[in-house]
């Protein structure tokens, strides 16, 4: 089987799915625009060949390269990066070498959030009331249905970035008066806590990773007002959070990939689609999943892909939590010395997260594990005490 990595040297840890491919015999062939001597040397001894492209935005140069792996290898069986930001690219891709996988037709879907609104609301999924809008006559029209605040986001977009709460005509006028030129969807402020629902569909489309994220306060509040990065994984995972998530897996037809499904938790208890992300939850998330169920996550996907019909990891041992943290301006209260004295037991990483992540995740980040939610809890207020 051959396996184009595109971009395979970010994120970091990510090497791990060539790693991973390799030792289940799949033949991993990389295509990025660093400097081959600039990779890990365990992504390097990975990939059977790696193809340097001066512009990955370049589609003719992606596409070259491309064809010479196919020339030279054979038949290419799966193209992946992974990457939200590859997601149209890799589609492009497969839709012109016919290789299996989500193709350019399909993308739309899964990358423009009013898309995704309508797929949830086929299957009879609750959604933030929203649309596209284009001018402040549009927005004001929609405002008379939802009220303020509103969010406004960009439709194709990547975590927080660009993304607004707006409380009343005054900030609205001085959105549209600097908007970008991309199109914006705004939606009804939704007060509930995030929740995600994460994993992997086998190629039968069913369940064979699981687990969910809490977070301490939205992506949105941790880019734009400076927060610590906080979220938790917990050993159980609500029912309901379950169904749901089968169902946007059926609706969107998954089949042999990630899948980062984002909901709000309102507060009578129902939950509302926010949106869907048909790959890996980004940063050291499958890590923080991989600490919480002593597995690896990784090599599961890897036996998928090679045809194998592992075990599904359903089960969490441990709550986990990921404390990505800014410090840069706001240094802790507590030195590293005493965190490792009172909580060392818990943490199980502490490393500089790479700097592409030091807006949304900080520019470090402690994992912790316990058997008792409240004993993690407590270490993650006392850590991130300024």
């Known amino acids: 089987m051959n396996y184009i990595f595109i971009s395979p040297e970010f994120p970091p840890n990510f090497k791990q799915f060539a790693i991973c491919l390799k030792l289940e015999g799949v033949n991993v062939l990389g295509i990025g625009s660093a400097d081959y001597d ?34 030279k290898y054979g ?22 070498f016919n290789v299996e996988g989500f193709k350019i037709e399909d993308v739309g879907f899964v990358k423009h959030k009013s898309q995704m609104k309508e797929v949830f609301r086929s299957v009879g999924i609750k959604v933030a009331k929203g649309n596209v809008v284009k001018s402040i006559k549009e927005a004001l029209e929609l405002i008379k249905v ?16 660009f993304t607004y709460k707006l409380h009343n005509a005054n900030e609205l006028e001085a959105f549209f ?54 979220f938790y994984i917990l050993k159980d995972i609500p ?22 499904f984002e909901f709000f938790r309102l507060k009578d208890g129902s939950l509302v689609a ?21 597995a690896d996550v990784y090599m599961q996907y890897a036996k998928i892909v090679a045809g194998r019909n592992p075990k599904p990891l359903l089960d969490r041992l441990y709550n986990c939590a990921f404390v990505g943290l800014k410090t840069r301006n706001n240094p802790l209260l507590n030195s590293r010395e005493n965190i490792y004295e009172h909580y060392g037991e818990m943490i199980v990483y502490d490393a500089p997260n790479p700097l592409l992540f030091h807006e949304a995740m900080g520019e470090s980040a402690i ?5 008792d939610i409240e004993s993690l809890s407590k270490a993650v207020i006392n850590i991130t005490k300024r």
């Not at 994993?199 to 992506?219: E, Q």
């Not at 609706?251 to 899948?259: D, G, H, M, V």
Request: charged content about 25%; aromatic content about 10%; proline content about 3%.
């Open 75 to 96: 038949k290419i069986h799966r193209i992946e990066s992974h990457n939200e930001h590859w997601l149209e690219l890799d589609a492009k891709l497969r839709t012109d």
């Open 274 to 294: 926010l949106e869907i992300n048909a790959r890996p939850p980004g940063g050291l998330c499958l890590d923080v999943i991989n600490y919480s169920m002593d």
């Open 146 to 161: 939802t009220g303020y605040p509103v969010v406004i986001k960009p439709d194709v977009g990547v975590g927080a970035s």
């Open 38 to 71: 600039t990779l890990e040397t365990q992504l390097q001894n990975s990939l059977s060949e790696y193809y340097k492209v001066s512009d990955m935005e370049s589609y003719q140069e992606v596409f070259r390269a491309v064809a010479y792996f196919t020339f």
């Open 177 to 230: 008066k600097d908007k970008p030129v991309v199109d914006y969807i705004m939606e009804e402020f939704i007060d509930g806590e995030i929740c995600t629902f994460d994993g992997i569909a086998d190629f039968n489309g069913n369940i064979s990773v699981m687990s969910s994220m809490h977070y301490g306060l939205g992506l949105m509040e941790t880019v734009n007002y400076g927060a610590d990065s906080i």
């Open 367 to 371: 994992i912790l594990r316990s058997m």
């Open 239 to 260: 029912d309901d959070v379950i169904e749901m998530g089968k169902k946007v897996i059926k609706a969107f037809n998954l089949l042999e990939r990630f899948f980062h």
